[in-house]
Nanobody, 114 residues
């Protein structure tokens, strides 16, 4: 499975961005798909993932970010609202496959200015 992320950029605090992650290859083998992020000097953290209609969010983004999935397009989206400077990070698309293997897309930079 290959993952292609897009949609990052520079936004002011309080603004919004939408990230997209397009999956290709053996997409039927995807069990979980979503987003992690990593800020400079910090550990990678969960942003949001989805599996079979269920979603899980990191505590720091609950109520502000929404993950959705379009199965027809093999694409998952991350709508990010009320962005804060602490949301600045490289956001990476992630998939857990039925085999137990994981797939990571290239990161996309999100920068939130104060």
């Amino acid at each position: 499975v290959q993952l292609q992320a897009s949609g990052g950029g520079l936004v002011q605090a309080g603004g919004s961005l939408r990230l997209s992650c397009a999956a290709s290859g053996r997409t039927f083998s995807i069990n979980v798909i979503g987003w992690y992020r990593q800020a400079p000097g910090k550990q990678r953290e969960l942003v949001a993932v989805t599996r079979g209609g269920r979603t899980q969010y990191g505590d720091s983004v609950k109520g502000r970010f929404t993950i959705s999935r379009d199965n027809a397009k093999n694409t998952v989206y991350l709508q990010m609202n009320s962005l804060k400077p602490e949301d600045t990070a490289v956001y990476s698309c992630y998939a857990l496959l039925s085999s137990g293997a994981t797939s990571w897309g290239q990161g996309t930079q999100v920068t939130v200015s104060s």
